[in-house]
């Protein structure tokens, strides 16, 4: 197994021989507008692609979308992504997929396989209060097969009890963190702070972290410095990688 960080969440993850993308954003930077009621009123994306589009999308084989916010899935992704490759979501966002002409669309519930890969759909909670329940639903996953490690794609979570579940149940031995600290001018961060990075680091001591999710979006107010700087201070920074976009990220134990 291998990861390689887009931009953001999008992710090229090349697992049991197959190249799956995540959560797909490409539109060019500055293409939409920030955020509503958020700091840092700037057009999003705030950075471009790393790799032109249609280059990294070469020899992508299925798509695993964890919600279908304009951060994970965008216009541009519904265009340029080939309308027959099998697309993997929570049950909530299929009538859309289908609206946007993707034919080969399932939904996990619980659980599936596909190519000996089997992907198991996880909980989570997208801020607290009104605000967690207006963000919701979203959703991570697990990818398991013979041979790889087990990667936990955590999706746009707080640290929260349908994380530590995950953690408790699958027992992964890569975790991918959307960090971050997304904020909007009222209520609690929306996906994960270096405290709850931390928390899943000691949770999960064994496993390895990759930490996305940051210096993209206008709402996103925790830097890569600022987390790296917090999870020395912890004593785990040892424990999580920060790639840049494009970085790829390998040589995994499983």
Same mark, same amino acid.
């Not at 989570?124 to 207006?134: N, P």
């Not at 600290?181 to 709850?196: H, K, R, S, V, Y």
């Not at 496993?207 to 020395?232: G, K, Y």
């Given at each position: ?23 797909? !954003? ?9 955020? *509503? ?32 916010? @304009? ?30 002409? /993707? ?31 207006? !963000? ?9 097969? *013979? ?40 209520? =609690? ?13 000691? @949770?999960?001591?064994?496993?390895? !972290? ?18 790296? /700087? ?16 494009? =970085? ?7």
């Amino acid at each position: 197994m291998r990861l390689r960080l887009i931009r953001h969440a999008t992710l090229i993850v090349e697992y049991n021989g197959h190249k799956v993308i995540v959560d797909p !954003m490409l539109d060019e930077a500055g293409a939409r507008p920030a955020i *509503e009621n958020s700091p840092n009123p700037r057009k999003n994306p705030l950075v471009p692609l790393p790799i032109p589009a249609q280059e990294l999308l070469q020899n992508v084989e299925a798509l695993l979308v964890t919600h279908t916010h @304009s951060d994970h899935w965008d216009a541009n992704a519904a265009k340029l992504l080939p309308k027959q490759l099998p697309l993997f979501g929570q049950p909530e966002d299929e009538q859309k997929f289908r609206a946007a002409g /993707f034919a080969a669309v399932s939904s996990i519930q619980d659980s599936l396989v596909w190519n000996g890969i089997k992907i198991t759909r996880t909980g989570g909670r997208h801020g607290t209060g009104e605000i967690g329940r207006k !963000m919701a639903p979203v959703s991570g996953f697990i990818l398991r097969a *013979e041979g790889e490690p087990t990667l936990y794609i955590a999706g746009d979570s707080i640290w929260c009890s349908e994380v530590q579940k995950a953690l408790r149940d699958h027992k992964p031995h890569v975790i991918v963190v959307n960090a971050g600290a997304a904020q909007f001018l009222e209520g =609690d961060p929306i996906t994960m702070t270096a405290d709850d990075v931390i928390n899943v680091c000691q @949770s999960a001591p064994e496993a390895q !972290m990759v930490a996305v999710h940051m210096e993209a979006i206008n709402h996103c107010l925790l830097t890569r410095a600022d987390l790296a /700087f917090q999870l020395e201070a912890a004593r785990v920074s040892n424990q999580v990688t920060i790639p840049e976009d494009g =970085d790829w990220v390998e040589q995994f134990v499983s």
